[in-house]
């Protein structure tokens, strides 16, 4: 769906049984791209807030996490716990790196382009976000408390702040939280 920030009515950008996810490129970059799975597949398409679905990208086979670089140039992949493809979305290069030692499922790339943020536990099973270089070297940025886990963390455009999700297993709660 899209509604402008102006206000507006909301209409349908694209619609479809098993889309998994969606993200755009940072401002100028225009690309945005979506998933969607079909039997064992995940199928990538472009689209558009004007035309809605465009072309199809590429097919994978498995169920798996995935991040859209902030100029749009690449995608990221988590194919298994310990192996990225990073793949051109301009010339269809791909390359895969191993991160040794930590075990992976989320991605999120970095406002620079050049690095991603990823959840894992360290050793003594707190949480973690690895900062993961394009040849797969990982090092701790944030480490958490015990008892939770890290989801994700997306950067801001200025580099300067993130949005992280902490899992906390508790008690069912509600928060509200007012002038954020």
């Known amino acids: 769906m899209s509604k402008p920030l102006a206000g ?7 619609q479809g049984k098993g889309i998994w996810n969606h ?14 799975r079909d ?55 791909a ?3 191993t991160v040794q030692d930590w075990a992976l499922d989320c991605v ?3 406002a620079s382009g050049q690095t991603l943020f990823m959840p894992s536990f360290a050793p003594n099973g707190l949480p973690v976000i690895l900062e993961v270089d394009q ?10 408390s015990a008892n939770t886990e890290f989801k994700f963390m997306i950067q801001s455009p200025d580099s300067r702040n993130a949005l992280l999700l902490e899992g906390i297993p508790t008690g069912n709660n509600a928060w509200i939280v007012d002038d954020f």
């Open 95 to 97: 390359h895969d790196v």
């Open 135 to 144: 040849t797969g070297k990982a090092k701790v940025i944030l480490t958490g």
């Open 108 to 110: 999120d790339w970095g």
């Open 39 to 93: 039997g064992q597949n995940l199928i990538f398409h472009t689209f558009d807030l004007e035309h809605g679905q465009g072309r199809e990208l590429l097919r994978i086979v498995g169920f798996l996490n995935w991040s859209l670089s902030s100029d749009g140039s690449k995608l990221t992949i988590v194919l298994d716990p310990h192996h990225i493809r990073f793949v051109s979305l301009d010339t269809g290069a």
């Open 8 to 14: 507006g009515t909301p209409r349908v950008v694209v």
């Open 23 to 36: 993200q755009c490129a940072h401002s100028p970059a225009t690309r945005c791209i979506f998933s969607q």
